[in-house]
């Protein structure tokens, strides 16, 4: 139970990795506030957890495109008023339509890409700093994509942003870095067996693929005592070797 007393916000947790990584924390003891904008899929995750025998998540429906400046603000304030600190954020909420050329890419598509996979982790971040620093310890996570440093041809909006994502939490994790309180840094999943996988590649045979549930003990080390000190770094889930 390495997270037992840690409360930890996830965004995206109603489906793929988000779903993924709230089964694996909430079994090492940590109580969630999962954050979707689709009730099924959050009761979905809901479910999921309560089966294993874990600690009671919260359920927080938010939409974090269509979500105002005072409604994250206000996820803040409850989050403080009932659990006075936060010790985990998790962005694992993503936007990907399709692969297409910046050239195509609608300015409705553009706006909302950046919205989700960007500008929310950046508003969400900002507004639970405070929260985060009542903890003795804290960590951040953001997810990225394996083609974020390449600039892939037509990864259009979605590739934008994740290069950006990746900027942003190199730059919160310097300045976060003089507290030694609060560590962040980037989870890249790399090739996986997931619905944005099978989203983006359709015709690809998902068998070869590792299962999500093979990211538990890097969720769990991201968000346990074992990588205090770590910061500011690009993790990638295929090349992790877990302490556990």
């Known amino acids: 139970m390495l997270l037992k007393n840690q409360v930890i916000l996830i965004t995206g947790a109603g489906g793929g990795l988000g779903h993924t990584a709230a089964v694996a924390l909430a079994k090492q003891g940590a109580t969630l506030i999962l954050l979707d904008k689709l009730i099924p ?3 979905h995750t809901y479910d999921a957890i309560i089966a294993s025998g874990a600690p009671t998540p919260v359920l927080y429906p938010f939409d974090l495109a269509g979500a105002t400046e005072s409604e994250y603000e206000e996820l803040a304030d409850i989050i403080e008023e009932k659990y006075g600190a936060l010790q985990g954020l998790l962005h694992s909420a993503v936007e990907f339509k399709h692969f297409t050329p ?16 960007l500008s929310a982790a950046f508003l969400l971040t900002r507004v639970l700093l405070p929260v985060l620093q009542k903890s ?3 960590s951040i996570v953001f997810t990225s994509d394996s083609s974020a440093r390449t600039g892939r041809a037509y990864s259009s909006v979605y590739g934008v942003a994740k290069i950006a994502l990746e900027g942003m939490a190199k730059i919160f994790a310097e300045e976060l870095e003089a507290g030694q309180k609060i560590r962040v840094n980037t989870l890249v999943p790399g090739a996986i067996n997931s619905p944005l996988r099978k989203k983006a590649y359709p015709a690809e045979d998902k068998t070869q693929l590792p299962a999500m549930d093979s990211l538990a003990a890097l969720y769990t080390y991201l968000f346990s005592s074992h990588s205090i000190g ?3 770094q690009i993790i990638n889930a295929q090349t992790f070797t877990s302490p556990f």
């Open 41 to 43: 899929k959050l009761e």
């Open 102 to 117: 910046l050239a195509q890419c609608t300015t409705h598509d553009w706006g909302n890409g950046l919205t989700v996979n």
């Open 136 to 138: 003795l310890y804290a």
């Open 230 to 232: 770590i910061t500011g």
